[in-house]
């Protein structure tokens, strides 16, 4: 099992939807991620993932995005604590070494902590919500109209990427089995062959496709669904929430020297209405996917 | 007359950096709505010439072309594999490596986005191809889902869809259980008979094809050793070539008999009268012998359980004597390759106890795997060389091997620290030809002379009857059959050899079959 969960078709209104109008919806909370420093407004976007995530039923999955993000924010937060010597208030004071002080300020610790903040809601949003609940076929098709062979070759990666992970694995396993295993350098020299190997596979298998004939993809017309729209309409929402609040100044904060974090009714509204936004188009009736049969 | 859809007029072709040519004055010519099956030895030619029909040779591959070879009109040295995509499919043999997008969906739509298709042409030929090729169901699923036999189904389904007169096959069956590559071929026959495609296949389990086939082109070291409707190839392949005969051809070749039968059913009507001896039922046992003290290998109480799947073992008691050579069998997804990692001590059982008397060796599925040198003498040693057979190619490297020589080379490589209490072998036969094959059994019986316990898990029912005095059949998670081979593969419906099914179960093999034929003419 990996933590990067990958696209499972589901029955949800998220995974109903066209994969731009998904990725829009998952870009806007990552969007706020990278926006916003401030913990209030964070956590409402990340509240919003997790809440969007459970109604589209990749709940898990956005958990697991949550296990790999946490160790990366955990260290910026301390890297960033015991590095920077800013800040007024002295939490630790760490003494000399190596010819420096080593103290740790509340400052320092928040400022580090906001920027971990930062990085959870933006894996949550893209290599959790996104990954698992947006086609990515479909979102590289979009994006074959604009430039073929870049697309396809992301598409080929990620299929390959699971595939050659196997290889690899598979070579480990072999290794295990001989009487005198080989070094690893050995094995991911191999393995790096190996899939190279593969490589040439497949590009014999897109040549036999047609690819040397490949032009520009013709444009699809699909009409916009009920599920489209709405979650259009709340990608838009967060998105413009988002814009508009760091264009007036909205979740203001300044780490040093001592730390100053606005929180009134803006920063609160913004939160609650990520939260809100995350859920509203993915629960409901307006979000169930169709009649039951009998 | 319909123009050809393939004429080949002294086509030969040499590899960049190769010596010598692999194909060699090739010349036919294939009518449309014709059944081909490609036949021929491991390094005869047949990917090579496949290669050449689908423009990758000499396009994408490089080397050197003479002679004309025309594919719907295109002459191969002038139009590459894109032009030449729309007039043929092709389908390779792994089917990991030519399905390149995430979903089936968009594998399908893939090609006819290449040609600049509409959108609404598009969603109508991808319906139409999917409810054909049965892989409807499958449209929504993501590719890194799918068994191997639904991947060669879409693979297939992909190379169909926008309806070329001619479909290539290399060897599409060699990765596939029994049932799945049945179900292809059956595919192929349909696709042939209500399309009117021309299919043209490279295949070593011929009795699988020849029912189906119209013609076969035999290659021989890259030339056309024989063209001819089946009945007649196998008449020649008795005579010239015997390790290219299907087995009914092989038992009829052995016995003089005059006639060369290409389907189990036309040997049964053959042998009308010469009755072999009774039918047999089914093997009912289980268990034969297991629990029993001083074992190679005991395998007692395993359960095997996969998060968020069914268990794979339940239960499953297995004893392996020394010097017993073992056939292991059971559909996909029985617990072969699962039981013999737990034997190994790759993977440890959810729960029971695995008794080892000594060290156990294990050659997992793909021998390139364990080939990580660039020459075969730092991966084998100079003696494990020689004992593959390939003494005097110390300094070749081990991706210029042919399937069959990197099999017998990762053999040697796992053996190398023997002695060995127990030698597991995971499917070693897949894509190997009759004269690979019967150097594996070789071999198998000197580890199992020298001592040592041999359990080769293979869907290859007539390799299982050449090697094996024991096979166990795994299913549901536990033994559901353990004894002889004529005991296992005798009586079973799909379990058994093609001559068992010839002859009832009264024998296994040709050579078995024919020498009772043989008894009875002199009693008679």
Request: with cysteine; glycine share 12%.
């Given at each position: ?128 919500l996104m990954s698992a609940a947006v086609d990515p076929d479909q979102l590289l098709k979009a994006l074959r109209r ?149 | ?84 995509a729309a007039v043929c499919g092709t389908v390779f043999q792994e089917p990991e490596s030519q399905v390149v997008m ?155 008999l005059p006639q060369r039968p290409a389907t189990v059913k036309e040997a049964r009507a053959a042998l009308d009268g ?251």
């Amino acid at each position: 099992m990996t933590l990067i969960p990958s696209y499972r078709s589901r029955p949800s209104a998220l995974h109903a939807a066209r994969a731009g109008v998904g990725a829009a919806f998952c870009g806007a909370f990552a969007l706020v991620g990278a926006l916003y420093r401030h913990p209030l407004v964070l956590a409402g976007a990340l509240t919003g993932i997790v809440v969007a995530g459970m109604a589209a039923g990749v709940g898990r999955e956005v958990a697991r995005s949550l296990r790999l993000a946490l160790p990366f924010a955990l260290l910026v937060a301390l890297v960033n604590a015991i590095v920077y010597q800013g800040g007024d208030t002295l939490l630790v004071r760490g003494g000399e070494f190596l010819g420096r002080r080593w103290d740790i300020t509340l400052e320092a610790a928040a400022e580090g902590a906001m920027v971990g903040l930062r990085i959870v809601v933006l894996i949550a949003a893209l290599g959790g919500l996104m990954s698992a609940a947006v086609d990515p076929d479909q979102l590289l098709k979009a994006l074959r109209r604009v430039s073929y062979r870049s697309a396809l070759t992301a598409t080929l990666a990620t299929r390959l990427v699971p595939v050659l992970a196997r290889d690899a694995g598979r070579m480990g396993d072999a290794a295990r089995c001989r009487p005198h295993p080989p070094g690893r350098l050995a094995v991911a020299r191999a393995a790096l062959a190996g899939s190279l190997d593969r490589a040439v596979d497949v590009a014999a298998a897109l040549e036999v496709r047609g690819y040397a004939l490949a032009g520009r993809p013709a444009r699809g017309r699909r009409p916009w669904s009920r599920h489209d729209l709405r979650i259009a309409a709340a990608a838009l929402a967060v998105a413009a929430i988002a814009v508009a609040g760091a264009v007036a100044g909205a979740g203001h904060v300044e780490a040093y020297p001592t730390l100053d974090l606005a929180l009134g009714p803006t920063e609160l509204a913004m939160a609650a209405a990520f939260v809100v936004l995350g859920a509203a188009p993915l629960t409901g009736r307006g979000a169930r996917m169709g009649v039951r049969h009998g | 007359m319909a123009e050809p859809v393939v004429r080949a007029d002294r086509f030969g072709y040499s590899y960049p950096e190769r010596h010598g040519r692999s194909l060699e004055d090739v010349s036919f010519e294939l009518e449309p709505g014709t059944f081909t099956v490609l036949a021929g030895l491991s390094g005869s030619g047949k990917s090579t010439l496949l290669r050449v029909l689908s423009g990758l040779v000499p396009h994408f591959h490089g080397g050197e072309a003479v002679g004309h070879l025309v594919v719907g009109g295109l002459d191969v040295r002038d139009h590459g594999p894109g032009e030449l995509a729309a007039v043929c499919g092709t389908v390779f043999q792994e089917p990991e490596s030519q399905v390149v997008m995430g979903g089936v969906r968009a594998e399908l739509e893939l090609p006819l986005e290449h040609r600049g298709e509409s959108p609404a042409a598009l969603a109508r030929a991808v319906e139409e191809t999917a409810l054909a090729l049965g892989v409807a169901h499958l449209l929504e699923r993501r590719t890194d889902t799918l068994s191997g036999g639904e991947l060669q189904r879409v693979a297939l389904a992909a190379a169909m869809v926008h309806g070329p007169e001619l479909l290539l096959l290399d060897e599409p069956t060699s990765q596939l259980d029994p049932v799945a590559g049945d179900e292809l071929v059956w595919l192929l026959r349909r696709l042939n008979e209500d399309w009117g495609t021309a299919v043209v296949v490279a295949e070593h389990r011929l009795e699988r094809c020849l029912p189906a086939a119209d013609r076969v082109i035999a290659l021989v070291e890259g030339r056309v050793a024989c063209d001819a409707p089946p009945a007649d190839y196998l008449r020649w392949a008795a005579g010239a070539m015997p390790a290219l005969a299907t087995p009914a051809a092989r038992l009829f070749s052995l016995a003089g008999l005059p006639q060369r039968p290409a389907t189990v059913k036309e040997a049964r009507a053959a042998l009308d009268g010469a009755a072999l001896g009774e039918p047999r039922p089914p093997a009912r046992q289980a268990s034969r012998r297991n629990g029993r003290p001083g074992s190679a290998v005991a395998l007692r109480g395993i359960w095997m359980e996969i998060e968020d799947g069914p268990a794979v073992l339940r239960g499953l008691d297995l004893s392996l004597d020394a010097g017993e050579r073992v056939a292991l069998m059971g559909r996909n997804g029985a617990g072969k390759s699962t039981l013999l990692r737990i034997a190994k001590g790759l993977a440890d059982p959810t729960r029971g106890r695995v008794d080892r008397a000594g060290e156990v060796a294990l050659l997992l599925q793909n021998p390139g795997d364990y080939l990580i040198h660039e020459h075969a003498v730092d991966d084998a040693g100079a003696a494990g060389v020689v004992a593959a057979g390939l003494a005097g190619r110390e300094a070749a490297n081990p991706r210029d091997l042919s399937g069959g020589e990197r099999q017998r080379l990762a053999l040697e490589v796992v053996l190398a620290g023997g002695p060995y209490a127990a030698v597991l072998l995971d499917e070693p036969t897949r894509g190997m030809d009759r004269a690979h094959k019967d150097r594996l059994a070789e071999r198998i019986g000197e580890l199992a002379r020298a001592g040592a316990a041999v359990v080769v898990a293979t869907h290859d029912t007539e390799f299982a009857a050449s090697f094996a005095d024991r096979v166990v059949l795994l299913g549901q998670g536990t033994v559901i059959g353990d004894g002889t081979p004529a005991d296992v593969l005798g009586g079973g419906r799909h379990f058994s050899t093609e001559v068992a099914r010839v002859t009832g179960g009264a024998a296994l093999l040709p050579e078995q079959a024919a020498a009772m034929l043989a008894r009875q003419e002199v009693s008679g």
